[in-house]
Protein backbone atom coordinates (compact mmCIF):
# COMPACT_ATOMS: atom_id res chain seq x y z
CA UNK A 1 0.00 0.00 0.00
CA UNK A 2 1.47 3.58 -1.24
CA UNK A 3 0.78 6.79 0.36
CA UNK A 4 1.30 10.05 -0.75
CA UNK A 5 4.08 11.93 0.91
CA UNK A 6 2.23 13.58 3.28
CA UNK A 7 0.59 10.69 4.91
CA UNK A 8 3.60 8.73 4.79
CA UNK A 9 5.84 11.43 6.70
CA UNK A 10 2.86 11.28 9.10
CA UNK A 11 3.14 7.45 9.03
CA UNK A 12 7.01 7.70 9.74
CA UNK A 13 6.50 9.63 12.79
CA UNK A 14 4.01 6.98 14.14
CA UNK A 15 6.50 4.48 13.65
CA UNK A 16 9.42 6.43 15.14
CA UNK A 17 7.50 7.24 18.07
CA UNK A 18 5.13 4.51 19.02
CA UNK A 19 2.85 4.10 21.77
CA UNK A 20 1.22 0.79 21.93
CA UNK A 21 -0.78 -0.56 19.69
CA UNK A 22 -3.90 1.16 19.31
CA UNK A 23 -4.63 4.29 16.95
CA UNK A 24 -7.38 6.47 16.74
CA UNK A 25 -7.20 8.77 13.19
CA UNK A 26 -9.42 12.07 13.79
CA UNK A 27 -10.78 12.88 10.48
CA UNK A 28 -9.79 9.46 8.51
CA UNK A 29 -10.89 10.84 4.93
CA UNK A 30 -10.08 7.13 3.05
CA UNK A 31 -8.59 6.38 6.07
CA UNK A 32 -5.41 5.27 4.24
CA UNK A 33 -3.11 6.27 7.21
CA UNK A 34 -4.73 3.56 9.73
CA UNK A 35 -5.04 1.03 6.88
CA UNK A 36 -1.45 1.41 5.85
CA UNK A 37 -0.31 1.20 9.41
CA UNK A 38 -2.17 -2.32 10.42
CA UNK A 39 -1.23 -3.58 7.40
CA UNK A 40 2.36 -3.20 7.55
CA UNK A 41 2.15 -4.68 10.93
CA UNK A 42 2.90 -1.41 12.67
CA UNK A 43 0.08 -1.35 14.98
CA UNK A 44 -2.57 -3.71 15.54
CA UNK A 45 -5.65 -1.99 15.74
CA UNK A 46 -7.06 1.38 14.61
CA UNK A 47 -9.85 3.22 15.06
CA UNK A 48 -10.96 5.34 11.60
CA UNK A 49 -13.13 8.39 12.60
CA UNK A 50 -14.87 11.07 10.62
CA UNK A 51 -17.66 13.17 11.14
CA UNK A 52 -19.25 12.77 7.80
CA UNK A 53 -20.85 10.00 6.13
CA UNK A 54 -18.80 10.04 2.77
CA UNK A 55 -15.34 9.74 4.25
CA UNK A 56 -16.81 6.77 6.95
CA UNK A 57 -18.01 5.17 3.52
CA UNK A 58 -15.02 5.76 1.58
CA UNK A 59 -13.22 4.27 4.93
CA UNK A 60 -15.63 1.29 4.63
CA UNK A 61 -14.22 0.47 1.31
CA UNK A 62 -10.43 1.24 1.77
CA UNK A 63 -11.05 -1.36 4.75
CA UNK A 64 -12.52 -3.86 2.86
CA UNK A 65 -10.12 -3.69 0.02
CA UNK A 66 -7.46 -4.51 2.23
CA UNK A 67 -9.19 -7.14 4.23
CA UNK A 68 -8.63 -5.07 7.14
CA UNK A 69 -12.43 -5.49 8.59
CA UNK A 70 -11.21 -7.24 12.08
CA UNK A 71 -8.55 -4.42 12.92
CA UNK A 72 -9.50 -0.96 11.07
CA UNK A 73 -12.65 -0.08 12.41
CA UNK A 74 -14.75 3.28 11.23
CA UNK A 75 -16.36 4.90 13.71
CA UNK A 76 -19.12 8.16 12.68
CA UNK A 77 -18.66 11.33 14.58
CA UNK A 78 -17.11 14.74 15.43
CA UNK A 79 -13.94 15.34 16.87
CA UNK A 80 -12.95 12.55 19.49
CA UNK A 81 -16.46 11.45 20.31
CA UNK A 82 -16.77 8.70 18.73
CA UNK A 83 -13.56 7.32 20.84
CA UNK A 84 -14.81 8.55 24.37
CA UNK A 85 -15.47 4.53 25.34
CA UNK A 86 -12.13 2.49 23.11
CA UNK A 87 -8.99 1.79 24.20
CA UNK A 88 -6.73 3.94 22.45
CA UNK A 89 -2.86 4.89 22.89
CA UNK A 90 -1.97 7.20 20.26
CA UNK A 91 -4.31 9.89 18.48
CA UNK A 92 -3.67 11.48 14.97
CA UNK A 93 -5.90 14.37 13.56
CA UNK A 94 -4.54 15.77 10.11
CA UNK A 95 -5.25 17.82 7.33
CA UNK A 96 -7.62 20.28 9.30
CA UNK A 97 -7.12 23.94 9.98
CA UNK A 98 -4.90 24.71 13.03
CA UNK A 99 -8.00 26.53 15.25
CA UNK A 100 -9.97 23.19 14.31
CA UNK A 101 -7.74 21.12 15.94
CA UNK A 102 -7.42 22.74 18.92
CA UNK A 103 -10.97 22.89 19.02
CA UNK A 104 -10.91 19.22 18.57
CA UNK A 105 -8.61 18.86 21.34
CA UNK A 106 -10.30 21.43 24.04
CA UNK A 107 -13.59 19.36 23.56
CA UNK A 108 -12.04 16.55 25.27
CA UNK A 109 -8.97 17.83 27.54
CA UNK A 110 -8.91 15.06 29.26
CA UNK A 111 -7.40 13.10 26.13
CA UNK A 112 -4.01 14.97 26.83
CA UNK A 113 -3.39 13.32 30.00
CA UNK A 114 -2.89 10.31 28.41
CA UNK A 115 -1.79 10.00 24.55
CA UNK A 116 0.39 10.53 22.44
CA UNK A 117 -0.58 12.54 19.48
CA UNK A 118 0.43 13.37 16.20
CA UNK A 119 -0.74 16.68 14.69
CA UNK A 120 -0.51 18.15 10.83
CA UNK A 121 -2.52 21.42 10.59
CA UNK A 122 -2.73 22.70 7.00
CA UNK A 123 -2.84 25.88 8.30
CA UNK A 124 -3.00 28.07 11.61
CA UNK A 125 0.45 26.26 12.90
CA UNK A 126 1.12 28.99 15.56
CA UNK A 127 -2.56 28.84 17.24
CA UNK A 128 -1.93 25.23 17.58
CA UNK A 129 1.51 25.28 19.25
CA UNK A 130 0.44 28.13 21.31
CA UNK A 131 -2.49 25.84 22.45
CA UNK A 132 -0.15 22.99 23.19
CA UNK A 133 2.05 25.25 25.39
CA UNK A 134 -0.49 26.33 27.09
CA UNK A 135 -1.87 22.64 28.32
CA UNK A 136 1.81 21.71 28.73
CA UNK A 137 2.22 19.21 25.66
CA UNK A 138 5.74 19.00 24.85
CA UNK A 139 6.31 18.98 21.33
CA UNK A 140 8.59 15.63 21.35
CA UNK A 141 9.53 15.88 17.58
CA UNK A 142 8.51 17.80 13.91
CA UNK A 143 8.79 17.12 10.46
CA UNK A 144 8.41 19.03 7.11
CA UNK A 145 7.29 17.58 4.36
CA UNK A 146 6.51 18.78 0.29
CA UNK A 147 3.79 17.22 -1.54
CA UNK A 148 2.22 18.32 -4.72
CA UNK A 149 3.72 21.79 -4.36
CA UNK A 150 2.53 21.93 -0.58
CA UNK A 151 4.42 22.26 2.33
CA UNK A 152 3.23 20.38 5.65
CA UNK A 153 4.35 20.23 9.03
CA UNK A 154 3.76 17.52 11.44
CA UNK A 155 3.87 17.32 15.69
CA UNK A 156 4.61 14.86 17.95
CA UNK A 157 3.34 15.99 21.22
CA UNK A 158 2.42 14.47 24.45
CA UNK A 159 1.67 15.77 27.98
CA UNK A 160 4.85 16.29 30.60
CA UNK A 161 5.15 17.63 34.06
CA UNK A 162 8.53 19.54 32.79
CA UNK A 163 8.32 23.18 32.63
CA UNK A 164 8.02 24.13 28.88
CA UNK A 165 9.92 27.18 27.91
CA UNK A 166 8.85 28.56 24.07
CA UNK A 167 9.57 31.63 22.85
CA UNK A 168 6.70 33.55 20.43
CA UNK A 169 9.00 31.98 17.36
CA UNK A 170 8.71 28.93 18.42
CA UNK A 171 4.84 28.97 17.75
CA UNK A 172 5.44 29.78 14.32
CA UNK A 173 8.35 28.35 13.37
CA UNK A 174 8.40 24.78 15.55
CA UNK A 175 10.57 24.33 18.06
CA UNK A 176 12.30 21.40 16.92
CA UNK A 177 12.11 22.28 13.75
CA UNK A 178 14.06 25.56 13.90
CA UNK A 179 16.94 23.17 15.56
CA UNK A 180 17.61 21.72 12.36
CA UNK A 181 16.25 23.83 9.47
CA UNK A 182 16.46 22.19 6.51
CA UNK A 183 15.84 23.50 2.84
CA UNK A 184 12.08 23.02 3.30
CA UNK A 185 11.83 25.32 6.10
CA UNK A 186 14.10 28.07 3.72
CA UNK A 187 11.65 27.34 0.91
CA UNK A 188 7.95 27.54 3.27
CA UNK A 189 9.31 31.16 4.97
CA UNK A 190 11.05 32.57 1.96
CA UNK A 191 7.51 31.63 0.00
CA UNK A 192 5.89 33.12 3.14
CA UNK A 193 7.88 36.50 3.45
CA UNK A 194 7.11 37.15 -0.09
CA UNK A 195 3.41 36.61 0.32
CA UNK A 196 3.32 38.78 3.94
CA UNK A 197 5.39 41.79 1.96
CA UNK A 198 2.91 41.80 -0.62
CA UNK A 199 -0.23 42.10 2.17
CA UNK A 200 2.04 44.66 3.85
CA UNK A 201 2.28 46.73 0.44
CA UNK A 202 -1.58 46.54 0.31
CA UNK A 203 -2.04 48.22 3.37
CA UNK A 204 -1.81 52.00 4.88
CA UNK A 205 0.02 52.33 8.00
CA UNK A 206 -3.37 52.70 9.99
CA UNK A 207 -4.54 49.64 9.04
CA UNK A 208 -4.71 47.40 12.30
CA UNK A 209 -3.04 44.48 10.43
CA UNK A 210 -0.37 46.41 9.68
CA UNK A 211 1.89 46.71 12.44
CA UNK A 212 1.06 42.50 12.82
CA UNK A 213 2.19 41.88 9.63
CA UNK A 214 5.31 43.84 9.97
CA UNK A 215 6.11 41.37 13.19
CA UNK A 216 5.41 38.76 11.64
CA UNK A 217 7.67 39.98 8.36
CA UNK A 218 10.73 40.79 10.64
CA UNK A 219 10.27 37.12 12.87
CA UNK A 220 10.87 35.57 9.70
CA UNK A 221 13.89 37.78 8.20
CA UNK A 222 15.22 36.77 11.82
CA UNK A 223 14.53 33.31 11.53
CA UNK A 224 15.84 32.66 7.74
CA UNK A 225 19.19 35.22 7.88
CA UNK A 226 22.07 33.85 6.88
CA UNK A 227 19.90 31.09 4.47
Keep these: MKLSKRLQAIADLIVKYKQGEILADIGTDHAYLPCYLVSEDIIDKAYACDIASGPINASIETIQLYHLEKQVIP ?9 LDKDVDMISICGMGGKLTVDILDEHREFLNHHRFILQANIGLEILREYL ?8 DESI ?6 IYEIIVCEKTDDMIAYQEEDFYFG ?14 WHRQLEIQKGILNSLEEQHPRYHEIMHLITMIEGEISGS
Design 75 to 83: LLGSGMNPI
Design 133 to 140: YKQNMKII
Design 175 to 188: PCLRKNKKGLFYEK
Design 145 to 150: VKDAQH
